[in-house]
């Protein structure tokens, strides 16, 4: 405490809600809250995908706590980062008459570290990197491997998957071991060296909220997508152009199927996602865009 409220301090960056409200007003640098996501609205989702009953009375009430936490607090920051225009109007309709200062900086991605592979030398693989211990990657994981991956495996003997991420749950581990194909790489050092091998990276998921920077990075190495509707929301991707959409068992696997028999498709989403992620979401260009926010707030506290 004694710390954050020195005076020399100009700003204050808080990287998610629920880090330093309880002191909020003992802070008198400028104060910043940035948003992955909306809280209440990723669990507003939550509670109308749970099909258990107790479950949804749970977390229906955990979407109205948030709420109500978020109307009380997010208005006492001089301003609140969001990291997509569907953010924005999510945080605006929970703030109602309250007028908050409130930006869009989109969530990005390291175009020098994840570095463009061509597809010449892909492998016959599909490929999901996400924490599985985080609710909507485990459940997109349960759903791929359950309802997906059977019928792609009939249609396509030699191909693989390979999941990255921490903790999986025992149900997700009993499906990959149903599987040869399936591989369990668990946590990774450096994700690069998987994810450029692929053939396609898939991001089947239907919950949560924010933007996905698995498939920023995906993009940026030049890996064609396949993604939910929910999976890519926020970003400014076109369907088609960037990546593929698909929501149903049917459609991923068409989806799918196009870019593994397609090599020209292949290689032209490759190509414009990577240039969409150079010029719209590289941190060059983000970091530069955040930091004028930030001039701007530090020259209007200067000048009242």
């Keep these: 405490m004694r710390f954050i409220s020195d005076e020399n301090i100009d700003l204050i960056h808080s990287d998610t809600l629920g880090m330093i409200e ?13 948003h992955h996501d909306i809280e209440s609205h990723k669990m507003y989702r939550r509670y109308k995908n749970e099909e258990n009953l107790a479950k949804r009375l749970f977390f ?20 609140n980062i969001v990291v997509s225009e569907m953010d924005y109007k ?13 930006i869009i900086v989109e969530n990005g991605v390291d175009c020098d570290y994840f570095a463009f592979h061509a597809r010449k030398n892909c492998h016959e693989e599909l490929i999901f990197t996400g924490a599985l211990d ?27 998957f390979s999941i990255i991420g921490k903790n999986p749950s025992k149900s997700l581990m009993s499906l990959v071991k149903s599987s040869r194909d399936i591989k369990m790489l668990g946590y990774v050092d450096d994700v690069r060296p998987h994810i450029k091998r692929a053939k396609v990276f ?6 949560g909220g924010g933007t996905r920077i698995k498939i920023l990075d995906a993009f940026s190495q030049g890996v064609p997508v396949v993604s939910t509707y929910i999976g890519a929301e926020g970003l400014d991707a076109v369907n088609g152009k960037h990546l593929l959409i698909a929501d149903t068992p049917s459609e991923f696997v068409e989806r799918i199927s196009d ?14 996602a990577r240039k969409f992620v150079e010029e719209k979401y590289s941190y060059k260009y983000l970091g530069k865009k955040l930091a004028k926010e930030y001039e701007n707030l530090l020259e209007n506290k200067l000048n009242t």
């Design 90 to 102: 999510r945080l605006n309709e929970i703030m109602g008459k309250w007028n908050i200062h409130a």
């Design 259 to 272: 870019l593994l028999d397609n090599d020209v498709l292949s290689e032209k989403i490759s190509r414009d």
């Design 22 to 34: 309880p002191i909020l007003d003992r802070i008198s640098a400028i104060k910043v809250l940035n």
């Design 60 to 79: 229906w009430n955990e979407n109205k706590c948030l709420e109500k936490y978020e109307k009380k607090y997010y208005k006492k920051y001089d301003m």
């Design 202 to 207: 898939v991001c089947p998921i239907k919950e």
């Design 134 to 160: 985080y609710y909507p990657n485990d459940k997109s994981m349960l759903f791929f491997c359950s309802d997906v991956w059977p019928i792609l495996k009939k249609k396509y003997p030699k191909l693989k």
